[in-house]
């Protein structure tokens, strides 16, 4: 069972749209991390956001953290190709001293060229 | 910096056999993970070793897994014996600890139970 619920579940657009990834718990977390997955690879780090309604970008991609550190949105502007990948959030939870993730259950996203 | 080695790549079994997984860490980290990853899922963690106790093993089902790290540095995932459902991608992942830490991936092993 997966704390964090993810939509959509797949995204398939042309090259140059916009598109919105959201991120949704009832959980509150320390902060959230964003992922990305390339096919028989593991998940690469993209941002962690930690303060309640922070905003961070990160070229084309913008991503907030819910005021009540419950969800989180990822914004992808002008989508290219090479943004093509499996997208995770992750809530951060600590305890016995180590950060323990949740990862959503993904959003599959497809640009088409 | 070589990033976490996880071998073998690919797994293919049937069912009632036994399996091993292996992850080598990055050089200095002392926190080890292992997940598990449905296809299309995010991945779930089985157990977490700082050093060589495992802290946190609470999801990892002990009828049939087990796993060690012996000397707090490579670690074995065994599954005896697998099961159909058992067929997933196994990531190992590694930090330096600690609650600011950031998690390296490796690339996982796929387990195909026929």
């Known amino acids: 069972t997966q704390l964090l619920e993810q939509s959509p579940q797949f995204l398939s657009i042309q090259e140059g749209e916009n598109l919105t990834v959201y991120c949704n718990s009832s959980?509150?977390?320390?902060?959230l991390q964003w992922y990305r997955q390339e096919p028989g690879e593991g998940p690469v780090l993209l941002v962690t956001?930690?303060?309640?309604?922070e905003v961070k970008k990160l070229k084309r991609l913008t991503f907030q953290f819910g005021d009540a550190r419950k969800d989180s949105s990822l914004h992808i502007t002008a989508a290219q190709p090479g943004d093509t990948g499996l997208y995770l959030c992750?809530?951060?939870?600590?305890?016995?001293?180590?950060?323990?993730?949740?990862f959503g259950t993904g959003t599959r996203l497809t640009v088409i060229p | 910096e070589a990033g976490v080695v996880q071998s073998p790549r690919y797994k293919i079994i049937e069912k009632k056999q036994p399996v091993a997984f292996w992850c080598n860490p990055i050089?200095?980290?002392?926190?080890l993970y292992w997940y598990l990853q449905n296809l299309g899922q995010g991945p779930e963690l089985l157990i977490r070793?700082?050093?060589?106790?495992?802290?946190?093993d609470s999801q990892l089902p002990k009828d049939r897994f087990s796993a060690e790290r012996l000397k707090g540095v490579d670690s074995t995932l065994k599954i005896q014996p697998a099961e159909l459902g058992d067929s997933a991608v196994y990531l190992c992942?590694?930090?330096?600890?600690?609650?600011?830490?950031?998690?390296?991936f490796g690339p996982g092993t796929r387990l195909t139970v026929l």
């Open positions: 956001v930690v303060t309640g309604g």
């Open positions: 959980s509150v977390f320390s902060s």
């Open positions: 992750a809530g951060v939870k600590v305890w016995t001293g180590a950060n323990n993730l949740f």
């Open positions: 050089s200095g980290h002392n926190t």
């Open positions: 070793y700082e050093n060589e106790e495992a802290v946190d």
């Open positions: 992942a590694s930090s330096t600890g600690g609650p600011t830490d950031t998690q390296y």
